[in-house]
């Protein structure tokens, strides 16, 4: 988790995903696309051909929602899509 | 063309458009990423569950580039991927 960045005003979490190669870069978006379908979450996105940043805020809508563990295990889980 | 809007400093078209799903905004993105690959072009995205935003930079690098007839026409090859 040492890789994403938290931010407040709204609370999210960000991280920065760098790629050698537009090939690359659309895998790992495919692999995400897979993975957001499959939790029901789809967090913002922005990519170029080489990057994808990535925003995402807590699940709960509540106001003042903290970052639950589900939270964290899903941006884990996007760290995992970056190996192999 | 009348949809995207122009800005400067940079200069740039831009563009939002919106889904009904999420399965029709990944169609749309896996579209736009056949035309990128086709075209060699790059431009910036952003998108969520139900909504893509696109920046356009003019194709030419140079410094005070302006928008040419194959940037009009890369963005309006971008308008047609929504139809069907």
Redo the contacts between chains.
């Keep these: 988790m040492h890789k994403w960045n938290e931010r407040s005003r709204p609370l999210r979490l960000e991280r920065r995903f760098e790629f050698p190669t537009?090939e690359l870069t659309?895998d790992f978006?495919d692999r995400l696309?897979e993975l957001?379908?499959k939790r029901k979450r789809?967090?913002?996105?922005?990519?170029?051909?080489t990057y994808v940043n990535l925003t995402l805020q807590p699940e709960s809508e509540e106001k003042d929602a903290t970052l639950s563990e589900d939270d964290m295990k899903f941006a884990s889980e996007i760290d995992g899509l970056t190996k192999n």
């Design positions: 537009y659309r978006l696309g957001s379908e789809f967090p913002d996105i922005s990519f170029g051909k």
